[in-house]
């Protein structure tokens, strides 16, 4: 059974906003630290923000503090990303996953598991 589905991916121009949706279908939502990750085309999955199940603790990359917000709704179950001022850098393939290894770096792709499928974010200059 598949628990995690990105969504609110495509193709904007630079300095515009997307929303991610993750639609996480875990008994332990509540529980659990969400993670978004990307993937730049022919580049390792990397870090991007997490949040803990304290929905006021979040963290970022660098990269993108002041232009990124993580967010999570406990009821509905979804976790989001909400995108402002895009850059062409930002164009990835945005991925959600589930805090799974706390012995691990939290920035660390070997930290989380449950994974979805994927959804493709496409910034032009």
């Known amino acids: 059974q598949r628990h995690m589905v990105e969504s609110g991916g495509g193709l904007v121009q630079a300095g515009g906003s997307l929303r991610l949706s993750c639609a996480a279908s875990?008994?332990?939502?509540?529980?659990?630290?969400f993670g978004w990750f990307r993937q730049p085309p022919g580049k390792e999955r990397e870090y991007v923000a997490h949040i803990n199940s304290n929905e006021y603790n979040t963290f970022y990359t660098n990269s993108v503090k002041g232009r990124f917000t993580i967010s999570r709704d406990n009821v509905q179950k979804i976790v989001f990303l909400q995108m402002n001022s895009l850059k062409p850098e930002d164009t990835a393939v945005y991925y959600c996953?589930?805090?799974?290894?706390?012995?691990?770096?939290?920035?660390?792709?070997?930290?989380?598991?449950?994974w979805g499928q994927g959804t493709q974010v496409t910034v032009s200059s």
């Open positions: 996953g589930v805090r799974t290894y706390s012995n691990r770096s939290i920035t660390s792709v070997r930290a989380w598991d449950y």
């Open positions: 875990l008994d332990t939502f509540s529980s659990r630290a």
